[in-house]
């Protein structure tokens, strides 16, 4: 058994290499990913949040939010009667996650796999 099966599931090599990765370097994906901007500067997190329907009140679940840039975004965007469920396996990408969001009451983290969700079914909108 490896050291990630304790606290997730049974894992692959691949997402035993993911984890790896996330562990070792928390942030990563956020830091490749916002090199990239569109013409007009906007990052792909911007151009996902623009993409969603309206979501003021509603409860939006971020899966694998990692260091939280789209949660971040995201929070305006529900307002103060939404939420926003960060979901993650690393443990390192959520406390960055956290550090980032830190206060903010109607942001709720969670460190667990997208295979065994414990928000219940229709709980996000």
């Given at each position: 058994?490896n050291?990630?099966?304790?606290?997730?599931?049974?894992?692959?090599?691949?997402i035993?290499?993911?984890m790896?990765?996330?562990?070792?370097?928390?942030?990563?994906?956020?830091?490749?990913?916002?090199?990239?901007?569109?013409?007009?500067?906007r990052?792909?997190?911007?151009?996902?949040?623009?993409?969603?329907?309206?979501l003021?009140?509603?409860?939006?679940?971020?899966?694998?939010?990692?260091?939280?840039?789209?949660?971040?975004?995201?929070?305006?965007r529900?307002?103060?009667?939404?939420?926003?469920?960060?979901?993650?396996?690393s443990?390192?990408?959520?406390?960055?996650?956290?550090?980032?969001?830190?206060?903010?009451?109607?942001?709720q983290?969670?460190?667990?796999?997208a295979?065994?969700?414990?928000?219940?079914?229709?709980?996000?909108?």
């Amino acid at each position: 058994m490896n050291k990630h099966q304790n606290e997730t599931e049974s894992l692959n090599p691949a997402i035993d290499f993911l984890m790896a990765v996330h562990e070792a370097v928390p942030g990563i994906t956020e830091t490749v990913l916002d090199t990239g901007r569109t013409a007009d500067g906007r990052s792909s997190y911007e151009i996902l949040c623009d993409a969603a329907e309206p979501l003021h009140g509603k409860t939006v679940v971020d899966l694998a939010c990692g260091s939280g840039r789209l949660t971040e975004l995201l929070v305006p965007r529900v307002g103060t009667d939404g939420k926003v469920i960060g979901i993650d396996l690393s443990k390192s990408e959520l406390n960055l996650a956290q550090s980032r969001l830190q206060g903010i009451e109607r942001v709720q983290f969670l460190r667990e796999s997208a295979c065994r969700l414990s928000p219940p079914n229709a709980s996000a909108e």
